[in-house]
């Protein structure tokens, strides 16, 4: 049922910034907000970013969130270290009536 | 503080039942829609089902329809997930998924339990 797609990975060397795309359609991304979740495994999923392009309080504001049309980006600045983790984008489909997952983006730091 | 404990998980035989539980805690729970989400292992995060704040509503995924049910009890502030003719592809950690916003273009999971892994095998 995911039709938000992800790159697979990502990679850069600590302070540098990486940017993930999120692609979908005009039933989600297109007429719902967009927001990303970061997961490392073993733990609970983080909530990162939510309508387009809100922090919550405590997220770093390394990390930013847009949207244009049927696609979303979350970008990383300054990257280091403990942001190494798996970042999913999700929105919600009125067409399919369910929240979709994009199919995840591995991130390294080289 | 807001907390969701799931409960229930284990290993199970191809074709049988098994029930998670949620226990929720720290917040108003009988305002918020709750969601189940799951992982396979080695795959992406996949919505599993929504009930609304009150009931009222529910949704599911494709891949569960017809064999999973949620539901919740706000007097016991938990919610639930019958899952019904398991089979291998639902093996996976369950998450219970707190939802502020729920029916509205603005909706987002702010608050994710610790999982709770479901192994269907013979």
């Known amino acids: 049922q995911s039709v938000l797609t992800q790159p697979p990975s990502a990679s850069g060397t600590p302070g540098q910034k990486v940017t993930i795309s999120c692609s979908g359609s005009s039933s989600n991304i297109g007429i719902n907000t967009v927001n990303w979740y970061q997961h490392l495994p073993g733990t609970a999923p983080k909530l990162l970013i939510y309508s387009d392009n809100q922090r919550p309080s405590g997220v770093p504001d390394r990390f930013s969130g847009s949207k244009s049309g049927t696609s979303a980006s979350l970008a990383i600045s300054g990257l280091q270290s403990d942001d190494e983790a798996d970042y999913y984008c999700a929105a919600w489909d009125g067409s399919l009536i369910a929240w979709l997952f994009g199919g995840g983006t591995k991130v390294t730091v080289l | 503080q807001v907390q969701l404990v799931e409960s229930g998980g284990g290993v199970v035989q191809p074709e049988r039942s098994l029930r998670l539980s949620c226990a929720a805690s720290g917040f108003t729970f009988s305002n918020y829609g709750m969601h189940w989400v799951r992982q396979a292992p080695g795959k992406g995060l996949e919505w599993v089902a929504v009930?609304?704040?009150?009931?009222?509503?529910?949704h599911y995924a494709d891949s569960v329809e017809g064999r999973f049910t949620i539901s919740r009890d706000n007097s016991e502030n938990t919610v639930y997930l019958q899952m019904n003719s398991l089979r291998a592809e639902d093996t996976a950690e369950y998450y219970c998924?707190?939802?502020?916003?729920?029916?509205?273009?603005?909706?987002?999971?702010?608050?994710w339990g610790q999982g709770t892994l479901v192994t269907v095998s013979s």
């Open positions: 998924v707190r939802e502020v916003g729920t029916g509205t273009t603005g909706g987002h999971f702010d608050y």
């Open positions: 009930i609304w704040h009150d009931g009222g509503r529910k």
